[in-house]
């Protein structure tokens, strides 16, 4: 599985650079283990989480608490039926929404 994310801060008009943000995997207990902790880089962008986990349930914490006031963490969780394709989970972050979307 390749896995990569990408954070825009909207208020600011650009990437959000050395953001926490933690990787955890599901099991079929539901319990969430964590799997990897990186910051983003320069560009707001996380491209290599160190590890290559399978198929599965998976989620994304972003430690926004220095760039909104209302949301301190995002979780973004998500699912993966096909580990062979690339999965992007960028994360567009306002003071008062955010969203995210499945890119390429």
Known sequence: MSL??????AA???PAADL???LDERDAAGTWTPL??????????IRDW?????????R??????G????????TVAFRITD?????????LLSPFAYSTYRGS
């Not at 990569?4 to 801060?9: E, F, I």
């Not at 990897?36 to 962008?45: F, N, S, V, Y």
């Not at 994304?60 to 608490?65: G, S």
């Not at 760039?67 to 995002?74: A, G, I, N």
């Open 50 to 58: 160190g590890r290559t986990p399978g198929a599965g349930t998976f």
């Open 83 to 91: 580990p062979g394709q690339h999965h992007h989970v960028p994360l």
């Open 36 to 45: 990897a902790e990186r910051r983003t880089d320069a560009d707001g962008r």
């Open 20 to 22: 926490a943000v933690r």
């Open 67 to 74: 760039l909104s006031d209302f949301y301190p963490e995002v």
């Open 12 to 14: 600011r008009g650009r």
């Open 4 to 9: 990569s994310t990408h954070v825009l801060d």
């Open 60 to 65: 994304l914490t972003f430690d926004t608490a």
